[in-house]
C-alpha cells in the first residue's frame, strides 16, 4: 500500500518579468533549512492581469505571493489588511491569503536593515544616513531605518519635490524615534560645505545601477568609515559601488537584502524565521561563476 503524498502548501512569487528571480531558488533552500512543507513558483501574470492571477492562485489553494515589478502598487491596493511598514511604504511585496482575506506586507525596509546591521555588522543606532532617490524603493525603507533610531536621515532626490514629500510623510516617525529628517536635491548634500563630513551609510535606492548610471551625489558623502549600500546587484560590482570605494568607501550590493526580505516574508508566512546567512554565501559563489 503506497503511502499518501506529502501535502505541501503554494507560495510563489508574480511578476512580469519574472523569469530571472531567484526567489524560488531561495525559499527552496528555506523549507529545506526548517522542515517547511513548502512548494514555491514563479507566477509571470499580464501587466492588465494581476488582479485575475492572484485570485487565481488564491482559489487553486495557494497560500501566499511575493510581489516584483511592476505589480507592488497594486497588490497593495488589492491587500484588504495592510502591516504599518506596508502602509508607510504605499507597497506591497508579500501577501498572505488568510481566511478573513488579504494581508499585505513590505518586507523589503527589514531585509535592507538586517543586512546592514546583522551580515555587515554596521549599526544604524546613532548613524547619519544619506538616502539617494526619492521612489518607491527609497519609500519602502525609510520607516524600518527610522525604527533603528539612526541620528539622521538625508533624502536626496533628482527632484528635490520628490525627496521634499518623502521628508514630510516620515517627520511625525522621525519625531517618535529621535531622528532628524531632511531632503533636498543634489546641491543640499551639504548644507553647510564648512562641515562636510561623511555620512556613516549611503544607501542608493535609485534605480541608476541597472543602466550603469551613476546618481548625482556630493563626493564628500563618501569616507573611510562610510557604507555605501546599492540596492541592486549583479555578477560585477555596480557603478555605485566603484565610485564608492574610488572615494575610500566600504561598499555593498543589495543581494543581502534580497535574502533578508525573503526571509521576513517566510517568517510572515510560517511564524519560522529562516537562517539567511548560508543561502546568501551560496548565492555569493553562484555569482562569482558568472563573473
Not at 492572484?54 to 505571493?65: D, I, S
Not at 532617490?133 to 533628482?158: D, F, H, K, S
Not at 527632484?159 to 521628508?167: D, I, N, P
Not at 553647510?192 to 542608493?204: H, Q, R, S
Request: glycine letters at 10%.
Amino acid at each position: 500500500m503506497s503511502a499518501e503524498p506529502i501535502q505541501r502548501d503554494r507560495y510563489a512569487v508574480v511578476g512580469n518579468p519574472v523569469a530571472h528571480s531567484k526567489s524560488p531558488y531561495i525559499h527552496a533552500q528555506f523549507a529545506a533549512a526548517t522542515g517547511e512543507r513548502v512548494d514555491y513558483d514563479r507566477l509571470l501574470a499580464p501587466l492588465d492581469g494581476f488582479v485575475e492571477h492572484v485570485q487565481a492562485f488564491r482559489a487553486a489553494g495557494g497560500r501566499g505571493l511575493n510581489v516584483t515589478v511592476p505589480f507592488k502598487l497594486e497588490a497593495h491596493a488589492l491587500a484588504n489588511r495592510l502591516s504599518p511598514r506596508a502602509a508607510a511604504a504605499g507597497a506591497v511585496n508579500t501577501l498572505r491569503f488568510d481566511e478573513d482575506g488579504i494581508f499585505g506586507d513590505n518586507t523589503d525596509g527589514f531585509g535592507l536593515v538586517r543586512d546592514i546591521e546583522v551580515n555587515l555588522g554596521v549599526s544604524l543606532k546613532g548613524a547619519r544616513v544619506l538616502l539617494l532617490g526619492a521612489g518607491g524603493a527609497a519609500r519602502g525603507v525609510v520607516l524600518p531605518m527610522l525604527e533603528r533610531q539612526p541620528r539622521e536621515i538625508t533624502i536626496v532626490n533628482r527632484t528635490a519635490q520628490k525627496a521634499h514629500a518623502l521628508v514630510e510623510q516620515f517627520e511625525g516617525a522621525a519625531r517618535e524615534f529621535g531622528c532628524l529628517i531632511n531632503g533636498g536635491g543634489p546641491d543640499a548634500v551639504y548644507r553647510d560645505p564648512v562641515d562636510a563630513k561623511p555620512y556613516d551609510v549611503i544607501v542608493n535606492a535609485t534605480a541608476g545601477s541597472l543602466d550603469a548610471a551613476l546618481p548625482e551625489c556630493d563626493a564628500r558623502a563618501f569616507g573611510t568609515g562610510s557604507l555605501a549600500y546599492d540596492m541592486m546587484y549583479g555578477a560585477e560590482p555596480t557603478v555605485f559601488m566603484r565610485h564608492a570605494e574610488s572615494l575610500g568607501a566600504r561598499a555593498s550590493d543589495g543581494l543581502g537584502m534580497l535574502v533578508e526580505q525573503a526571509a521576513e516574508s517566510f517568517f510572515v508566512w510560517r511564524g519560522v524565521r529562516p537562517d539567511g546567512a548560508p543561502v546568501l554565501a551560496a548565492l555569493r559563489k553562484q555569482l562569482a561563476a558568472q563573473a
